[in-house]
C-alpha cells in the first residue's frame, strides 16, 4: 500500500512572497512519480509539477519547484512570487505500475493581497 | 479541444434512489479513472478503465456501486440504492495512455449529496 501525507491543512502567504507546501510519502516500489495538483474552489484539478522519482534533479515549472528527497521520502512544494491566482487546494500525489493516483490530504494555500 | 466533461454538475438524491453519473472523457484518451471526494478530503480511487475495459475496480466501495464505459468513450458510474455517506463529489479523468508519467486531466466533477 502506498500512502501520502500532507501535515500542513492550511497556509497563508502574502502577495509576491514565497511559500513552501510539505509532503512526505511511503511507498514500496522503487520506480514512482510525484505530482503537485492544484484544485483551485471551481474544482477542476490541474496539474501543477510533476517528478519522476529516478531522477535527481529537483523539476521546476515557472514559479513552482520541487524539493524532492528520496531516501527521506519528501516531497515539498515551493511557490515564489505567490499571486491571488495561487489559492487553492493544493494535493501531493503518487503514482506507480501507470494507473491509480494516490492523493494527500490537501493543503490549503491563502494568498493575502 | 475540449476538456473532460461531466453531468450533472450536481445531483440531490433520496436515500435509497438510484443515480447516474456521467463522464465524457478528453477524445481519444484511451485511460479514464474515477475518482471519489469527500467533503475537505483529497480525492480516492475507485476504478480505471483502458478502453472499453475495466481493469481495476478495487477501490469501489460497495456492490452497490458500478461503473462502466460500452464503447471505449463514455462512461456512466451507477449508485444503487444511495445512502448518506455517498454523498461526495464524483470526480473522472482521463489520461492519453497507460503510463507513470502520463497526465491524468481532471473534470469539474459531480457533487452529490443524499438526503
Known amino acids: 500500500a502506498q500512502t501520502v501525507t500532507q501535515s500542513q491543512p492550511e497556509m497563508s502567504v502574502q502577495e509576491a512572497e514565497t511559500v513552501t507546501l510539505s509532503c512526505t510519502y511511503d511507498?514500496?516500489?522503487?520506480?514512482?512519480?510525484l505530482f503537485w495538483y492544484k484544485q483551485p474552489p471551481s474544482r477542476q484539478m490541474i496539474l501543477v509539477i510533476r517528478q519522476e522519482a529516478y531522477k535527481q534533479q529537483n523539476a521546476t515549472e515557472n514559479r513552482f519547484s520541487v524539493n524532492f528527497q528520496k531516501a527521506a521520502k519528501s516531497f515539498s512544494l515551493k511557490i515564489s512570487d505567490s499571486q491571488l491566482g495561487d489559492a487553492a487546494m493544493y494535493f501531493c500525489v503518487l503514482t506507480h505500475a501507470g494507473n491509480m493516483l494516490t492523493f494527500g490530504g490537501g493543503t490549503r494555500l491563502m494568498v493575502k493581497p | 479541444g475540449a476538456g473532460v466533461s461531466q453531468s450533472p454538475r450536481y445531483k440531490v438524491a433520496k436515500r435509497g434512489q438510484d443515480v447516474a453519473l456521467r463522464c465524457d472523457p478528453i477524445?481519444?484518451?484511451?485511460?479514464l479513472f474515477w475518482y471519489q471526494q469527500a467533503l475537505g478530503q483529497g480525492p480516492e480511487f475507485l476504478t480505471y478503465f483502458q478502453n472499453e475495459a475495466q481493469l481495476d475496480k478495487s477501490g469501489l466501495p460497495s456492490d452497490r456501486f458500478f461503473a462502466e464505459r460500452p464503447e471505449g468513450s463514455v462512461s456512466t458510474l451507477k449508485i444503487q440504492r444511495t445512502q448518506q455517506e455517498d454523498s461526495a463529489v464524483y470526480l473522472c479523468?482521463?489520461?492519453?495512455?497507460?503510463?507513470?508519467?502520463?497526465?491524468?486531466?481532471f473534470g469539474p466533477g459531480t457533487r452529490l449529496t443524499v438526503l
Open positions: 477524445s481519444g484518451h484511451v485511460s
Open positions: 479523468a482521463s489520461s492519453l495512455y497507460r503510463t507513470r508519467n502520463n497526465e491524468q486531466f
Open positions: 511507498t514500496s516500489e522503487s520506480d514512482y512519480y
